[in-house]
């Protein structure tokens, strides 16, 4: 096994016990709600294989979901999030970067990482939420949701980068 392996496993270990404990329970304004986990997938080396990533993340997700009570919600989401991750990352990456890149403030500068994470948090709230709620029948309530998770966890996200850069 190797290093960047157990840490990258210990670190959704810490998140998924932070998002079952705590953060699942925070509803700031009845709409947001953070949802940190997706915070391991922005992380995947650039070479990792997709296939590795669709696992990785489908796994994740079904974990996410048992411990959640929200069956198949983050199973979905994580696994397109898996999915669409390299596609996403190009646009931010420099051509001449190294193949085996990990995405971090460090490697991408802030900017570039902030939209990238910012790009990638605000699709998966947008199908999270979709999925969620089923129907745009409360519309405004949707929107507020997307909205104020999004803002939510990009901050958190950037904290946390910010945090581990020290």
Known sequence: MSLGFLKGFSLFIVLLLAQVLVLNHIHLFNCATPLL??????????DFPRWGMLLSCFVMGLV????????????????L????????LLPFLNRDS???IAPSMQTMGF????????????????????????SFFNWL????????SFLLTTILILVIENARKL
């Open 64 to 79: 996410i979901d048992i411990f959640s009570n929200t069956p198949g919600l983050t199973t979905l989401t994580l696994t």
């Open 98 to 100: 190294a193949e085996d």
């Open 141 to 148: 309530q949707w929107a507020e949701c997307i909205g104020g």
């Open 37 to 46: 986990y997706i915070y391991v997938v922005l992380l995947f080396q650039r």
């Open 81 to 88: 999030m898996g999915f669409i991750r390299p596609y996403l």
């Open 111 to 134: 900017a570039k990482f902030s939209y990238y994470t910012a790009t990638i948090v605000f699709i998966h709230c947008l199908v999270f939420f979709s999925i969620e709620a089923f």
